[in-house]
């Protein structure tokens, strides 16, 4: 009895280490993303590695599955900043897209969702199906503006971000539901820094645009 109870309290230490490293480096990756730092990405990637295996223990598969995407977006993410920034010298500028747009991809991702929810709660045991797989659909999205720079893709993380709190502390992932915390707060704040810095550079270049004139 008693090496069953140290087994279990070994494995739950090595669970709780992982977890805590992988919240360490997606706290580093958002805040060096608002810094508009291409090793974000890197930060990124470890944690998406580690986050793999405890969502794989957790019996939260649309996570796992989110996870390799997210693996193959911080490729994409580090490939994308670094080509801009080796043609132009400078960080890649942000961006944004019409509310029009934002609306399409809403509903698009939403009934994607649906169909992911679906198949998961008909051929899995995964918990949460239908919320996880609408998380994992939106995380899909909001990581993939965040790697084109739009500005709004905080927006969507901060709703993301809230909904994963209520998953994650029914899983009793505490480090995790900690951590999507405060990536709703960090979220809320790379907004307002991403739209200041896009709406200086619409200053700057009407400013360019009046000096060239």
Not at 3 to 12: G, N, R, S
Not at 153 to 166: K, P, R
Request: hydrophobic share 55%; glycine share 6%; net charge neutral.
């Amino acid at each position: 009895m008693m090496h069953i109870w140290q087994e279990l309290v070994q494995q739950w230490q090595l669970q709780t280490s992982v977890e805590l490293a992988a919240t360490l480096m997606a706290l580093c990756y958002t805040m060096l993303a608002i810094r508009h730092s291409l090793w974000c990405w890197p930060a990124a990637l470890i944690s998406t590695l580690l986050t793999i295996q405890i969502m794989l223990s957790a019996n939260l598969l649309t996570d796992a599955l989110l996870q390799l995407y997210y693996a193959g977006m911080a490729i994409y993410g580090w490939r994308n900043w670094y080509q801009l920034q080796q043609d132009t010298g400078e960080a890649k500028p942000v961006v944004e897209w019409g509310w029009l747009r934002h609306l399409q991809l809403i509903a698009a991702t939403a009934i994607a969702g649906l169909l992911l929810g679906a198949v998961m709660a008909w051929f899995t045991t995964t918990d949460f199906a239908w919320l996880g797989a609408q998380i994992s659909c939106f995380a899909v999205l909001g990581t993939y503006l965040t790697a084109r720079k739009v500005v709004s893709n905080w927006l969507y993380w901060v709703a993301i971000d809230a909904a994963s709190i209520y998953m994650y502390l029914q899983k009793d992932l505490y480090f995790f539901s900690a951590l999507f915390v405060i990536y709703t707060v960090i979220a809320a704040s790379g907004y307002l820094a991403w739209r200041s810095n896009f709406q200086q550079q619409q200053r700057n270049d009407r400013s360019g645009i009046f000096a060239n004139g």
